[in-house]
């Protein structure tokens, strides 16, 4: 991926420095950090432009998944359905989102499934979004599958 210049504007280096710390920190496990920098790209001032907005709001769900926890997944859904209000059309924020309702657990499965759908509608060929929905299916099958013989 092309980066603007980052001598070109000091907004345009902010957002680019904050998106690449934020890199060098989920690759060495500091998830945190990486949230905080994420975040940082996204603030209006730094003037991010919209397609780079897209991806740090999905690196920002990609960092709350990792953090785990209840209340990281509930902000995971809500940042994921950010990242597709700025693109629709892009599988990957679908995903995301399926990927934050799978780990709020308790009766997401369908929401999961919906957003796994849309992708697939979005990307036939993606095949991350096939292999959840495959095992989110089986998943929502067994689990509701209360029945016993008598």
């Known amino acids: 991926m092309r980066y603007p210049n980052v001598n070109a504007s000091p907004a345009a280096s902010s957002w680019l420095q904050h998106k690449q710390q934020g890199r060098v920190s ?3 496990g500091q998830y945190e950090e990486a949230l905080a920098s994420y975040r940082a790209a996204l603030n209006h001032e730094y003037e991010c432009p919209a397609i780079e907005a897209q991806i740090l709001r999905s690196n920002v769900v990609a ?3 990792k953090l785990g926890g209840v209340a990281q997944a509930d902000a995971a859904v ?3 359905k950010q990242c597709i209000a700025l693109n629709p059309s892009w599988a990957k924020g679908h995903v995301r989102l399926a990927s ?3 780990a709020l657990g308790g ?10 759908q849309t992708a697939l509608r979005l990307d036939p060929s993606n095949q ?11 998943r929502d099958h067994t689990t509701t599958d209360t029945t016993t013989p008598a």
């Open 78 to 80: 809500q940042d994921a």
């Open 26 to 28: 989920y690759e060495s």
């Open 100 to 102: 934050a309702y799978i």
């Open 107 to 116: 009766g997401h499965s369908n929401d999961a499934c919906n957003a796994l």
């Open 128 to 138: 991350q979004a096939r292999q959840m929905l495959m095992r989110e299916l089986r």
């Open 63 to 65: 960092c709350r998944l």
